[in-house]
């Protein structure tokens, strides 16, 4: 059964840093990219950053570049994500998302087969 986790959110001051890891079982999440996505209240869920399934290649979108740096651990099934510099607007929660495919990448919902439950960040003083 293919299972993703997210863990590590929490309430943090601007200018903050936090880890989010997403723990994946029941798939070898080396075959497969992995993205995340934001939900704030009231708004669509937005893609922020992808990692690639063959060379570990990161995409981030515009928002987040220079702030948001994605890993994966491959012998733990892990994918990471680093926030730094976190910023109000960056609140909401997060979600990592299984890819269809081992290959490309992607920050459109459609192109992801499996989600987390997700995990909420919030950015505040």
């Known amino acids: 059964q293919v299972q993703l986790v997210e863990s590590g959110g929490g309430l943090v001051q601007p200018g903050g840093s936090l880890r989010l890891s997403c723990a994946a079982s029941?798939?070898?999440?080396?075959?497969?990219?992995i993205g995340w996505f934001r939900q704030a209240p009231g708004k669509e869920r937005e893609g922020v950053a992808c990692?690639?399934?063959?060379?570990?290649?990161?995409y981030y979108a515009d928002s987040v570049k220079g702030r948001f740096t994605s890993s994966r651990d491959n012998a733990k099934n892990t994918v990471y994500l680093q926030m730094n510099y976190l910023k109000p607007e960056d609140t909401a929660v997060y979600f990592c998302a299984l890819g269809r495919s081992s290959f490309g990448c992607s920050y459109y919902p459609a192109d992801f087969r499996s989600w987390g439950q997700g995990t909420q960040v919030t950015v505040s003083s």
């Open positions: 990692i690639s399934s063959s060379d570990g290649s990161t």
């Open positions: 029941g798939f070898t999440l080396a075959y497969y990219y």
